[in-house]
């Protein structure tokens, strides 16, 4: 089965522009899950879709950032407009909805705000 | 709240040699306990895990043991190859669908 997938896997931006971040989950993975390590520092959770459905947002930095899961399948991260703290790897992770225990996590989009 | 801390290294240790990286939990009720890696270029990739005291997590050589009375989950290897070089990341789930919290992870250099 395939695994977590994220485009780009590199992302190089000027302060103020927008970027556009994608996951697709492993194929029948109700959840979804976005995290992002800043900085070199420890990795931290943005947000929790189940579905289509936002279940917990409580990471989301600020209104820059919009997260979006349309139909319930792949997701995306827009940040606009980005500033350079943005600056980091952001992840993505999928579970199964029932006996969810492992999140399978993808390769990271590396985004770099100039 | 939930957090996890562990030692930062960098770590340099030469091939053969016993590895160990400590890493503290604090937490309510009884967490999942979890060890994933980052190797240069790649995504991160679930190492091992533990879900109830006393539980020893396993694979690749590495070893941890879920300790409630000293919230510890330290990683141990006896013996590091150069192909252990990576970053480590100590975490830990309240749920089974709740959000992962990590360390800070731990860089892994490996020298022959």
């Known amino acids: 089965e395939a695994g977590v997938t994220q485009f780009p896997s590199h992302s190089v931006i000027e302060k103020g522009q927008t970027v556009t971040l994608r996951c697709d989950p492993i194929?029948?993975?109700?959840?979804l899950y976005w995290y992002r390590r800043v900085m070199g520092k420890e990795i931290k959770f943005l947000l929790h879709f189940v579905k289509e459905s936002k279940q917990d947002e409580s990471g989301m930095p600020n209104n820059r950032f919009l997260a979006e899961r349309t139909g319930g399948t792949y997701s995306t991260l827009k940040v606009q407009p980005a500033e350079l703290e943005d600056s980091g790897v952001y992840f993505c992770?999928?579970?199964?909805?029932?006996?969810?225990?492992?999140?399978?996590f993808g390769p990271g989009t590396r985004l770099t705000v100039l | 709240g939930n957090s996890v801390t562990q030692m930062e290294g960098p770590v340099t240790l030469s091939e053969e040699a016993f590895l160990t990286i400590n890493c503290t939990y604090t937490?309510?009720?009884?967490?999942?306990l979890f060890w994933y890696v980052q190797y240069p270029g790649e995504g991160l990739q679930l190492l091992l895990k533990a879900t109830k005291a006393d539980d020893k997590g396993s694979n690749k050589g590495f070893e941890a043991t879920y300790r409630k009375e000293t919230t510890s989950f330290h990683l141990e290897k006896g013996s590091v190859q150069v192909s252990d070089s990576a970053v480590y990341f100590c975490a830990l789930r309240g749920t089974s669908y709740d959000k992962v919290i990590f360390g800070p992870g731990t860089s892994l250099s490996v020298i022959p």
């Open positions: 194929s029948g993975h109700d959840n």
């Open positions: 937490a309510t009720g009884y967490p999942s």
């Open positions: 992770a999928s579970s199964h909805l029932i006996g969810g225990n492992e999140q399978f």
